[in-house]
């Protein structure tokens, strides 16, 4: 068994994470769908996603298998990890606050969806596959494995460059001018003021 403290840090978070996931999910579940695009791809996706995050940290906790992988970092990087899976924490319960029972762990839309604009919403379109993107950086500093340590990054990646066209597309479609006019104020998950701000400089 290998439970270094920031593996027990991270298996707190992700015990976290979780408990924020099955509140939501208790509240999203009785809303009626009207419209569902999730489909075989989507639905390997979040396996895949889930078993980044969740299966391979256990395997690597709890069994020697993955040993080989382990590398040592700066305790400085760790930190940064830590600081960045709080982070992602947070803005993982606010995009679950945020959208309500707008949310839907595939791509679907209910009776009474409304497009949500405000909150983390305000700037960003997709603050909960910003929250991943900064979760799986966190288990990369934190776990020191380049397997169960950089999986995640890959599978996020993976999820966002495939599922983002066809979420956009499914709320084009059914919300049309009203998103197509919130596209135009927002960045996916970088602020556009920062891309801008980066382009200037
Ligand atoms: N991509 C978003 C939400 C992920 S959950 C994010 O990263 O924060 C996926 C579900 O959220 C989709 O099925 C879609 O119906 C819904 N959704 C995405 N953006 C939305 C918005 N701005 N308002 C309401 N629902 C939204």
Not at 10 to 18: I, R
Not at 22 to 29: D, I, L, M, N, P
Not at 163 to 187: A, I, N, Q, V
Request: with cysteine; glycine share 6%.
């Amino acid at each position: 068994m290998n439970l270094q403290s920031s593996h027990i840090a991270f298996a707190a978070g992700t015990a976290v994470y979780l408990a924020i996931r099955a509140a939501f999910q208790r509240r999203a579940s009785s809303e009626e769908k009207t419209l569902s695009r999730a489909d075989m791809r989507d639905r390997l996706l979040i396996v895949l996603v889930g078993a980044c995050q969740i299966g391979l940290p256990v395997v690597l906790i709890l069994t020697p298998w993955l040993d080989a992988a382990n590398y040592t970092m700066p305790i400085a990087l760790t930190w940064a990890g830590t600081l960045a899976m709080g982070c992602a924490l947070w803005l993982f319960w606010r995009s679950h606050a945020d959208l309500g029972t707008s949310w839907s762990v595939t791509l679907e839309l209910n009776r009474n969806h409304r497009l949500v604009t405000q909150g983390v919403y305000r700037r960003i379109r997709h603050p909960m596959y910003a929250s991943f993107f900064a979760m799986g950086l966190g288990q990369a500093l934190m776990l020191n494995n380049w397997i169960a340590g950089w999986a995640a990054l890959v599978a996020v990646s993976l999820l966002y460059a495939i599922r983002k066209p066809h979420e956009e597309r499914m709320l084009l479609e059914s919300f049309g001018d009203e998103y197509r006019t919130y596209m135009r104020c927002t960045g996916g998950i970088v602020p556009h003021f920062v891309l801008r701000a980066t382009s200037n400089s």
